[in-house]
């Protein structure tokens, strides 16, 4: 089986920003150029194809201290277009180069023995690097978008050197040794780990409140608990949107560890600590793929993950990469995970619950992600008039992967031109993806090949997790699709198929998107209501010969569809601000004045301020 990895075709169009001119990589064109020979043709590409990923790994490991100077400078507007600008880098270099180096040597287009040269050449000369593997995937991903329209997937695999590099090397975090009792010296010395070239508001005053907390978290138990004996602090600054954080974790006496992050927000007067979260459901909350990335002050990716996955052992660890922003490692990461557990004995099936009608669904039990193809054609149960493609949903979703997800709506691991073995699907599977995506899937003697595979992070669909809820669980979920729904809205998405069926409930009780065929920007869509109308009125409302989406709020619950008179219920109850257009104007017009919506990230009971956090807990 081969893994492969890269950009979609798509992504080739003319409307992309080409990359920034470097020098260097124009006399390496140069020398390619001028060269006569296919051997040295080989080496020229080699060396051109490194150059070009130095410029954008160069430019890649900027970014963190870009949002950090964001955060510090108070500009939301600069942090989300840092993050859409870097989720787009991979594929703007792909894009821009992988035309030109045809262009310099046409041979690549269809001879595999030039590329398996060059490969062995490009292999010897990244193997002592840290970031091995994001230049193999690049040189493979160059070499996809010179033969994307072929049904030839390109083998990968990364070198093997780089995992073992990547465990040798320093450690991402600083251990402060806690001295009989954990005092405000070391917690003044954590929130200045990110090493902030502005000050704090009151440094002294959030040391005394995080040692607070600190004291009803960690010497509050049983007299007989283990005790804390360091504090191990990544030493990087985590930032995102509006926010900073400092990661750590406790070790106690008996080896055990507990997560322990301090949220940082910055006002006029000086950055101060907002929050401290503990709980490892708000930890998993606070660092979900649902999120945008994370910009994080450290060039040791591969620590950082480790360090990531001690505090969330139950999150997958590719997913750990996407978090802070190295997607197409974690990529590759996530389709091994798979992989590795098929080869153990198990089979891809069909999802359970009611088929999608547009993207048709498998996983087996023990996977911890859902796999997707999208149907050449929608089920009779598609709604939404003309369908517009296998290629317009693909960018739906790729759209969905390039934004803010509101900590709402799951992410999109998206592979193109991949080949999967046969015995890796359950065989009537297979059969039915071949009948109902036969424009994106072959199977032949070598194997599957997908032209596209969607993959996200396996959820509880809604209507399953509410199935089986008690009162208090349906009462929560409900609060949390309340969210949801708000979230996408403050990131200008909305959703015209507000059915319960599009949303499922994660590990911890909080409830995503993760159907996207139906998204729309909220700004496009045209808030009408019925409620203005006197009962009986006859005449068709003006709104219904509008083109467009229309949106009558009133109906959002009847819309979801539940058959629980206590979903019902709680829904109106604790979402009745989503049944008035006014709450939908209000989002609007914020959009469109180019306000930042703040997102929940985190629980207020993890908010330092304490009459807040009470008020937040009693409203809930």
């Known amino acids: 089986m081969n893994n492969i990895e890269a950009p979609a075709a798509g992504a080739q169009c003319s409307s992309i920003e080409p990359t920034r001119a470097d020098p260097s990589v124009e006399q390496a064109y140069a020398r390619l150029r001028a060269c006569t020979g296919d051997g040295a043709r080989i080496a020229a590409t080699a060396d051109l194809i490194l150059v070009i990923h130095d410029d954008f790994y160069a430019q890649l490991c900027e970014y963190p201290y870009r949002a950090k100077r964001a955060f510090e400078t108070m500009n939301p507007h600069a942090s989300i277009r840092i993050s859409r600008e870097r989720l787009g880098l991979y594929s703007r270099y792909v894009a821009e180069h992988g035309p030109r180096i045809l262009a310099a040597y046409p041979a690549l287009a269809g001879d595999s023995k030039v590329w398996d040269a060059i490969d062995r050449l490009f292999v010897a000369m990244i193997v002592d690097r840290y970031e091995a593997d994001i230049a193999f995937m690049f040189v493979h991903s160059i070499r996809r978008n010179m033969s994307h329209g072929i049904w030839r997937p390109v083998a ?120 401290v979260l503990h709980r490892v459901a708000d930890i998993h909350g606070l660092f979900s793929s649902a999120l945008a990335n994370f910009h994080v002050t450290t060039r040791l990716y591969y620590q950082t993950c480790v360090f990531l996955f001690s505090l969330m052992p139950r999150r997958p660890f590719g997913h750990h990469y996407s978090t802070i922003g190295f997607n197409h490692v974690g990529k590759i990461a996530i389709l091994n995970e798979i992989t590795d557990q098929i080869r153990a004995g198990h089979r891809l099936q069909r999802s359970a619950g009611v088929p999608g009608t547009v993207a048709l669904g498998f996983t087996f039990d023990d996977c911890a992600y859902h796999l997707k193809v999208i149907r050449d054609q929608p089920t009779t149960y598609y709604k939404w008039g003309v369908y517009p493609g296998v290629a317009a949903v693909c960018d739906k979703y790729r759209v969905v992967h390039e934004i803010n997800r509101a900590g709402s709506m799951l992410d999109n691991v998206m592979y193109f031109n991949l080949r999967l073995d046969p015995g890796m699907f359950d065989p009537e599977l297979l059969q039915e993806i071949c009948r109902q995506a036969a424009g994106s899937v072959q ?51 909305f959703n015209k198929d507000l059915d319960s069926r599009n949303y499922g409930v994660g590990r911890y009780g909080r409830v995503f998107l993760f159907d996207y065929d139906a998204v729309e920007k909220l700004t496009d869509v045209k808030i009408r209501t019925n409620t203005d109308r006197e009962p009986g009125e006859e005449g068709v409302p003006s709104w219904f010969f509008e083109d467009g989406v229309i949106f009558l709020p009133e109906e959002l619950e009847h819309g979801m569809q539940f058959t629980s008179d206590l979903a019902r219920r709680s829904f109106r109850e604790e979402n009745f601000d989503l049944l008035t257009v006014e709450y939908w104007l209000d989002v609007q017009q914020k959009l469109l004045r180019g306000e930042v919506p703040e997102i929940q990230m985190y629980p207020d009971s993890a908010k330092l301020d304490a009459a807040a956090a009470g008020e937040a807990d009693a409203r809930r």
């Open 156 to 275: 990968y695999s990364f070198p093997p050197p780089s995992k073992l590099r990547a465990f040798s090397t320093a450690s991402v975090h600083r251990r402060l040794a806690v001295r009989g009792r954990v005092d405000l010296e070391l917690l003044r010395t954590a929130l200045k780990v990110p090493n902030f070239s502005i000050p704090f508001k009151d440094v002294e005053r959030d040391s005394q409140k995080i040692l607070e907390r600190v004291e009803q978290l960690l010497y509050g138990g049983a007299p007989d608990a283990a005790q804390p004996v360091a504090l191990d602090v990544v030493e990087a600054g985590f930032f995102r949107d509006r926010s900073a954080f400092v990661v750590a974790r406790w070790i106690f006496s008996d080896d055990s560890i507990a997560p322990f992050v301090i949220a940082l927000l910055n006002s006029s007067e000086g950055i101060f600590a907002n929050a």
């Open 443 to 493: 199977v032949d003697r070598d194997g599957v090949f997908l032209r596209s595979l969607i993959v996200q992070l396996k959820i509880v669909p809604l209507p399953v997790f509410l199935a089986r809820a008690d009162a208090s669980e349906t009462r929560a979920v409900i609060i949390s699709l309340g969210d949801c729904i708000r979230n996408n809205a403050a990131t200008n998405i």
